[in-house]
């Protein structure tokens, strides 16, 4: 059966970007003029991918009000003949079937993506975690590791390389290469030392789960924060069964990060023809 499902984590309480985030979800900041989730579920759409399952938590309304119709905005664009803003929020709310799923305590990443386990069922599943946006290539980051996992039919994980230097703020595998950029995992390392590092592969936000996953989250032991992490159900899953990464192509922006943030919505402004000449010129005229 091929991947019909996306599970997107949107619980988080974005604190590292208070007070931008006290009274609206993170999920929500514009990059230019659309919210970081629309770039993530619009990857998934070109992905292929026909229904969304995102998880939230409190305060998050305003993610379920953007996918949703909005007919009273419509009736006014509609009214004053703003019919090109009109077909873009027609496209929004047509852009997939979505539904939704409230993550009560922020227990961590597994315990949200175990929270979708009854609308997701007995079926191979994506997940997309929303701080990483990814385009600049001709096939979709997620398309990449759908095409690998029929391949192989194994779990497949998306990842980069990074810094040395940067390397304990990430999960990251010890790997065999199969060819191209396809490796077959041996394990995966939560945030190693520098030192300790299998490799330089990180893990990125980007995951093709078996939906036996959802068990070994249920039996997963919660870390010393309380929060049941994924890395350590992928570490007992890869013992049942190949799982394999994908060094996909395209660019990545972190945009949990605030710096990352700030490159991603200059990258994006000057990547948009209505708005780079002038963008770029004002950007020139700065003093360093």
């Known amino acids: 059966m091929s991947v019909r499902k996306a599970v997107f984590p949107a619980a988080g309480l974005g604190t590292r970007f208070l007070p931008a985030t006290k009274a609206q979800p993170k999920e929500m900041l514009p990059l230019v003029d659309k919210p970081t989730i629309q770039y993530v579920v619009e990857e998934a759409v070109a992905s292929g991918l026909e229904q969304i399952v995102i998880v939230t938590g409190r305060g998050k309304r305003a993610i379920e009000d953007h996918f949703d119709a909005a007919f009273e905005l419509e009736y006014f664009l509609n009214d004053r003949g703003k019919m090109e803003e009109l077909a873009q929020i027609k496209t929004i709310s047509e852009l997939a079937s979505v539904c939704y799923v409230r993550q009560k305590e922020p227990l961590g990443l597994g315990h949200a993506i175990l929270c979708a386990r009854a609308l997701v069922g007995n079926e191979a599943f994506a997940v997309f975690l929303g701080d990483d946006i990814i385009g600049g290539a001709s096939v979709p980051c997620m398309r990449q590791l759908l095409d690998v996992h029929e391949k192989y039919a194994g779990p497949v994980i998306a990842v980069e390389r990074v810094p040395h230097d940067r390397i304990s703020q990430y999960g990251v595998i010890a790997a065999r290469p199969l060819g191209g950029n396809v490796f077959q995992i041996d394990d995966l390392v939560e945030k190693p030392k520098v030192e300790d590092a299998p490799s330089d592969l990180a893990i990125i936000g980007r995951y093709v789960l078996p939906p036996d996953v959802f068990e070994i989250l249920a039996e997963t032991r919660p870390d010393r924060r309380g929060e049941i992490q994924l890395t350590d159900a992928l570490r007992t899953l ?28 200059v990258e994006f402004a000057l990547a948009r023809p209505d708005l780079a000449d002038q963008f770029r010129a004002y950007l020139k005229s700065l003093p360093l």
């Open 238 to 265: 890869r013992k049942s069964r190949p799982m394999y990464a994908v060094e996909f192509e395209g660019k990545r922006y972190d945009t949990g990060d605030k710096l990352g943030f700030l490159k991603a919505t």
